[in-house]
């Protein structure tokens, strides 16, 4: 049934584009028409926080798009950096609690996926449906369950995708040769054996997620599959599996990084553990692989992306606005401008210092100067990349949300502080 | 071989040589002591102009501008010019302007404190009266209880005072402002001023104000003439803690202003995540250098006999 | 006259205004909200739930007790440690000698640096592949960086405590030398005359003089030690976790019970220095009154 809303939402939504730019978009809660939205939206403030780690992902937003919104729409673009996700969750959280109902919330926009989105969807915390009702909603591909999910669970039109990453490995070619890499678990356990003390993996738990994705990984190898973990939360499965997971990760403890003690909390200590020549592998969201990293000085020229052979994780990341957004139509209207293709090929491209691939469906678009810039985008991927058809080769959709709380909690309890496995 | 040297001498220049080995051991001392007090700064300086400075390298092996260039606070690569540099400080880059609101924040925060801390101070110096010790205590308990036992509730606290003003009529908005955030950083910042200045009152002898009030001065101009020449030794040292507490302060900016108010603090916490040294030593460079300057400006007054840090033996 | 009588109440209201509203104002809502207390989600009833979640139940106490003990440890080594370097640095710095001011500057450098700044600079100085590890290799020393010691973001709080000695020891070298220099050399000098030597002179004459001081500069010390976000937070480990980063930690999770959890450990926190405060004015007074 909710398929079938989205898809009804979404034919509709291309119809709407199809007749004109100005056609009425019903989706919009608040709001008549697009005209209307982009209207209100002239001379508001935007306040879009973001994870605010990364110099070039910053500089990238406010180039990109707070150049165009200003220019184009004339909406200011207040990018607001914070170090976690889950702090924005917590202010709107705080508000709400505080009464600030209506349009008297501070923040118009987030950068959010996964678990933070569902905490603010489930606790009535968010604007929408809406994303479905966005021109250019009708370049995404809505059918496409790593959209139309998050983690499994329905995204409802209550976020819009920016774009899409997928998890694989970076290493040194000066280093070690490429026929040397593992390319799965059970190599690079042996891997780890002969090696040790050189490798870690970033410690599942808050700002880690991709540490959570490298664990998510290890079940599906162990399990053998993919399949039987896509959909509802599988209390079974996971009891079944989750002790030879911990048992795999404890044994390999003696021979990782600092004897696995303590593991690298984030993305950036992993990329410094493997700069500085202390752990051999990092790891890397972007479809451009070690590029970003190596343009920003982060890691060494000679890092090269590599995919195991299956189970690499990838998903979609989003933006959402708050129920309680004081600029809802300027929000609109910049969910609306990541997703125009022009923006989109930018982002792909190393080169312009944004992390991660496609938010949209490329071969929905149809305007011959924007494939152009598409087709261009595609040939500037660096040479640090991993080849795309097999990354294409390994993708598998991420779980639903508790296996991740899961995850975090059991793995801490039993590999990190040494609990004692149930029998 | 230092033995046979000592042995060899005869007793006079003995000691002589006793002495000299003093002196050797001492300025090591010295000299290893300034040393690793300062290494964090001298890697700041390093990291900052350094790039892809992996292990082992000791020296960097490539120097580059690119941290700077990546704050937005010099132009791009190849494209240096006069006009460009203008031009990239005219579009007031992130760092700019957290430098600045930092500034400001400081100032006002300090002026504020040291308006209404003097009065407190001076009675806490030069009176007794009861209740005093339970007044000295409300005082000093912010510097005492961790900033997170009350900056949690805070942050509510304010939301809630913002609506129920926005109720009466009043939208002074509180929670995500400059103002919300000064108003809260004079929370830990308050006892350091009244502790500091309290010890300068606590040395004051008031028998030359009552003379020039004699001598027909009013209020004012005694307070110009008289007070405050008296006091501006302390009085310097209480800005300055005044000014740093506020300067660093990281979570009740955060917890207060909502992400809205980005501080350099806030800038700096957000860029540690990214894992690009360069950038983030340029920061703390950035970070670093206003209050270093002070420092400078103020660093006699902080060793001297102004008796302004006695203050703190009143705990 | 009545201006009289309101003299010292006004020259004292808005300093206490402020921080009793501000203050102990949100100090008490943070302790009803510990107690359960959330009017929006209709919670008014008062319950111990959170304190006994945080410190006993299965889920958090192994990770509370191990917190609580790091978390003295690094307050009380980080106290004692910087203090008695200051010591040692004032008194070294009494001395005339060439370069004396440029030693004095130096020596309080890190006062006006934000903790949030040492604690960076500590990783940049002491991580396994930090400056000191490179001196090292190039000294033949180690032959990689696992070699080096590990001294940040280790499981008992070295490189904690290293910020903080960085940092406090400018902060109490300051206090010291105000002390030592409002005191001149009389009274050792006196003592030297007496036949003491130099041990007899710092254990009996100077130490006793800079002790109150001392003493109170290490409780503010302690207590910031012991309640401070920042430092931890980037230098810690996952576990065991400093108290104030667990706090935090709480109260940012999205579910909301865990925010009185928060707000229970944050009012733990101030409880404990609370009570050591007390325990040692206590100590101070009496010590002072039989002096």
Same mark, same amino acid.
């Given at each position: ?52 780690g990364s110099d070039a ?6 180039? !990109?798009?707070? #150049?165009?919104?200003?220019?184009? *729409? &004339?909406?200011?673009? =207040?990018?607001? +950096?914070? $170090?976690?996700? @889950? /702090? ?29 989105? !569902?905490?603010? #969807?489930?606790?009535?915390?968010? *604007? &929408?449906?809406?994303? =479905?009702?966005? +021109?250019? $909603?009708?370049? @995404? /591909? ?27 490995f970076v290493y040194d070619s000066a280093r070690m040769d490429e026929?040397d890499l ?13 090696n040790p003390g050189q490798f870690s993996y970033m ?53 990782l990084w600092r004897e696995?003690?303590t593991y690298p909390a984030n993305q950036s200590e992993t990329d410094q553990l493997f700069a500085n020549g202390e752990t051999a592998f990092t790891f890397t969201?972007s479809?451009s692989g070690a590029a970003p990293a190596i343009a920003a000085g982060i890691v060494p020229p000679t890092s090269q992306a590599f ?43 190393p080169?312009?210092g ?28 660096g040479d640090a ?39 | ?30 000299i290893f002591m300034c040393v690793m007090l300062v290494l964090p700064v001298i890697a700041f300086f390093v990291n900052a102009f350094a790039f892809r400075w992996f292990y082992p390298q000791l020296i960097p092996d490539e120097w580059s501008l690119q941290a700077w260039q990546r704050l937005?606070l010099l132009?791009p690569p190849g494209?240096f ?187 700096l916490?957000?860029a540690a995540g990214s894992g690009n040294n360069a950038v983030i030593a340029a920061l703390s460079l950035i970070f670093i250098a ?26 | ?105 130096l020596?309080?450098l890190n006062?006006?640096i934000?903790?949030l700044v040492i604690a960076i600079g500590m990783i940049l100085v002491f991580s396994q592949s930090g400056l000191l590890s490179r001196v090292a290799g190039e000294l033949g020393l180690i032959s990689s960086p696992r070699d080096f010691p590990v001294l940040v973001r280790d499981?008992?709080?070295i490189g904690?405590?290293l910020a903080?000695?960085w ?67 980037i230098l ?56």
């Amino acid at each position: 049934m909710k398929l079938s809303t989205i898809k009804n939402a979404a034919i509709a939504a291309t119809a709407a584009l199809a007749i004109s730019a100005s056609a009425t978009a019903q989706d919009l809660p608040g709001f008549t028409s697009w005209d209307e939205v982009v209207e209100q939206a002239r001379g508001e403030t935007v306040y879009w926080y973001m994870w605010g780690g990364s110099d070039a992902i910053n500089g990238f937003v406010d180039e !990109f798009y707070g #150049q165009p919104l200003q220019e184009e *729409y &004339g909406i200011t673009l =207040e990018r607001v +950096p914070v $170090a976690d996700t @889950v /702090d924005v969750v917590n202010q709107v959280i705080s508000e709400q609690q505080a009464g600030a109902t209506g349009d008297r919330g501070t923040v118009d926009l987030i950068w959010i996926n996964g678990e933070n989105f !569902f905490t603010l #969807q489930q606790a009535d915390l968010l *604007y &929408g449906p809406w994303a =479905e009702g966005i +021109p250019n $909603a009708a370049l @995404v /591909d809505w059918d496409n369950p790593a959209i139309y999910l998050d983690f499994g669970r329905p995204v409802d039109g209550y976020e819009s995708p920016w774009s899409s990453a997928q998890f694989h490995f970076v290493y040194d070619s000066a280093r070690m040769d490429e026929d040397d890499l593992p390319r799965s678990y059970a190599e690079l356990g042996d891997w780890i054996e002969a090696n040790p003390g050189q490798f870690s993996y970033m410690a599942p738990g808050p700002g880690a997620f991709v540490g959570t994705r490298f664990v998510k990984q290890l079940f599906f190898e162990l399990s053998g599959g993919h399949d039987q973990w896509v959909g509802e939360f599988n209390e079974d499965l996971y009891n079944e599996w989750a002790p030879q997971v911990w048992q795999t990760l404890i044994d390999w403890q003696p021979n990782l990084w600092r004897e696995g003690e303590t593991y690298p909390a984030n993305q950036s200590e992993t990329d410094q553990l493997f700069a500085n020549g202390e752990t051999a592998f990092t790891f890397t969201q972007s479809p451009s692989g070690a590029a970003p990293a190596i343009a920003a000085g982060i890691v060494p020229p000679t890092s090269q992306a590599f995919s195991f052979d299956d189970y690499m994780i990838g998903d979609f990341n989003y933006v959402a606005i708050p129920f309680n957004a004081p600029n809802k139509a300027a929000a609109l209207v910049t969910a609306n401008l990541i997703l125009r293709p022009d923006r989109q090929a930018f982002q792909v491209q190393p080169d312009y210092g944004f992390c991660c691939g496609w938010g949209i469906d490329v071969s929905r678009v149809t305007d011959p100067d924007q494939v152009a810039a598409i087709d261009a985008a595609m040939q500037n991927l660096g040479d640090a990349a991993e080849d795309p058809s097999i990354l294409a080769g390994a993708l598998v959709a991420d779980i639903a949300a508790e296996y991740q709380t899961r995850i975090e909690a059991d793995w801490e309890r039993y590999v990190l502080r040494g609990e004692p496995l149930p029998q | 071989m230092t033995d046979v040297t000592v042995k060899e001498l005869a007793p006079a220049d003995r000691s002589a040589g006793k002495r000299a080995t003093g002196k050797v051991v001492f300025y090591a001392t010295v000299i290893f002591m300034c040393v690793m007090l300062v290494l964090p700064v001298i890697a700041f300086f390093v990291n900052a102009f350094a790039f892809r400075w992996f292990y082992p390298q000791l020296i960097p092996d490539e120097w580059s501008l690119q941290a700077w260039q990546r704050l937005g606070l010099l132009p791009p690569p190849g494209q240096f010019s006069i006009e460009n540099l203008f031009a990239q400080w005219a579009s007031v880059p992130d760092v700019v302007r957290a430098l600045g609101l930092s500034l400001w924040i400081g100032f006002l925060v300090t002026g504020v404190s040291i308006v209404i801390g003097m009065p407190a101070a001076r009675a806490l110096g030069m009176y007794s009266f009861r209740g005093k010790r339970l007044v000295e205590f409300i005082i000093i308990t912010p510097t005492i209880v961790p900033p997170i036992a009350f900056s949690l509730g805070l942050n509510i606290n304010f939301i809630r005072w913002d609506l129920a003003l926005e109720a009466a009529g009043i939208n002074l908005g509180l929670s995500g402002s400059v103002l919300g955030v000064s108003i809260v950083h004079l929370v830990p910042v308050m006892p350091y001023v009244v502790l500091t200045l309290s010890g300068v009152f606590a040395n004051y002898n008031a028998d030359f104000e009552a003379q020039a009030r004699t001598l027909g001065a009013g209020p004012f101009r005694t307070f110009w003439h008289v007070t405050f020449p008296a006091i501006l030794p302390g009085l310097f040292v209480a800005c300055l803690f005044a000014f740093l507490v506020s300067w660093s302060q990281y979570l009740l900016t955060f917890l207060i202003g909502q992400g809205r108010v980005i501080t350099l603090p806030i800038l700096l916490f957000s860029a540690a995540g990214s894992g690009n040294n360069a950038v983030i030593a340029a920061l703390s460079l950035i970070f670093i250098a206003p209050a270093v300057l002070i420092l400078l400006v103020s660093s006699r007054y902080l060793s001297g006999e102004s008796g302004a840090v006695g203050g703190f033996g009143r705990v | 006259m009545s201006w009289e009588r309101w003299r010292i109440p006004l020259m004292l209201g808005p300093t206490i205004l402020i921080i009793l509203v501000l203050f102990f104002g949100s100090l008490g809502f943070g302790f009803l909200q510990s107690l359960g207390y959330q009017p929006q989600l209709g919670n008014t009833e008062l319950n111990f739930d959170a304190y006994i979640s945080v410190m006993f139940s299965e889920e958090h106490s192994s990770r509370f007790w191990a917190g609580l003990l790091l978390t003295f440890w690094v307050a009380f080594a980080s106290t004692f440690i910087s203090a008695a370097l200051a010591i040692a640095i004032a008194l070294l710095l009494r001395r005339t000698f060439f370069g004396k001011r440029l030693a004095v500057f130096l020596f309080q450098l890190n006062l006006p640096i934000p903790h949030l700044v040492i604690a960076i600079g500590m990783i940049l100085v002491f991580s396994q592949s930090g400056l000191l590890s490179r001196v090292a290799g190039e000294l033949g020393l180690i032959s990689s960086p696992r070699d080096f010691p590990v001294l940040v973001r280790d499981s008992s709080g070295i490189g904690i405590i290293l910020a903080y000695v960085w940092k406090e020891i400018a902060f109490f070298g300051i206090i010291v030398m105000a002390i030592l220099q409002s005191l001149g050399e009389d009274y050792e000098a006196a003592a030297q005359s007496l036949g003491a030597n130099r041990w007899q002179r710092f254990r009996y004459v100077t130490l006793p003089l800079i002790m109150p001081g001392l003493m109170s500069a290490s409780i503010i010390v302690f207590a910031f030690t012991f309640g401070t976000y920042e430092v931890p937070r980037i230098l810690g480990v996952r576990h065991p976790e400093m108290l104030p980063v667990m706090a935090l930690d709480f109260f940012l999770n999205p579910d909301l019970n865990a925010r009185a959890e928060g707000m229970a450990l944050s009012i733990i926190i101030a409880v404990i220095v609370l009570i050591l405060v007390l325990i040692y004015m206590y100590i101070s007074a009496r010590t002072i009154r039989r002096g």
